[in-house]
């Protein structure tokens, strides 16, 4: 019996699944992304300058002005 709307019977046979696949963790954040834990440096981009501050938890390196040239900061 054909089933012309699409439906069709339930399947049969192996399915493909969703397998666990590689590189699917997201491991430790690090680098200069937002969150990227407590301890580092902010620099500042300036070339002339190239400040280094400690960063400080809970305040983003990009809304810290540099205290040598009033650049925003970002983080090391």
């Known amino acids: 019996m054909p089933f012309g709307d699409g439906t069709g019977p339930g399947g049969q046979g192996p399915g493909t699944g969703r397998g666990m696949g590689r590189g699917g963790g997201r491991g430790r954040m690090g680098g200069n992304r937002p969150g990227a834990g407590p301890s580092g440096y902010c620099v500042c981009p300036n070339p ?20 040598k040239c009033g650049t925003r900061m970002v983080r090391e």
Do not use: D, L
Request: aromatic share 4%; charged share 5%.
């Open 48 to 67: 002339n300058c190239g400040a280094k501050v400690p960063h400080q938890a809970g305040t983003p390196c990009y809304n810290m002005n540099c205290p």
